[in-house]
């Protein structure tokens, strides 16, 4: 069951990529360094998010942005 649209999708993409690329350019997540690891973990959630199409917290709180 899908609960994120289209136009979600591609946000949510592109802001986890942009997440992701932070956390191993800019705050060595390679490295071991916590802020990098928090970011990347919350990147590729956002990512995973984009690629299933399904949100866990759109769900609990009753939210879906297909039309």
Known sequence: MQ????V????????GAVAL???????????GA????VLAVIGAMIVLNAATGYCLLDTVFH???IK
């Open 3 to 6: 609960n994120v649209g289209t």
């Open 34 to 37: 916590a802020g990098g690891i």
């Open 21 to 31: 690329i932070l956390a191993f350019l800019l705050l060595d997540a390679g490295d």
């Open 63 to 65: 939210f879906s942005t």
């Open 8 to 15: 979600d999708r591609v946000v949510r993409l592109i802001l």
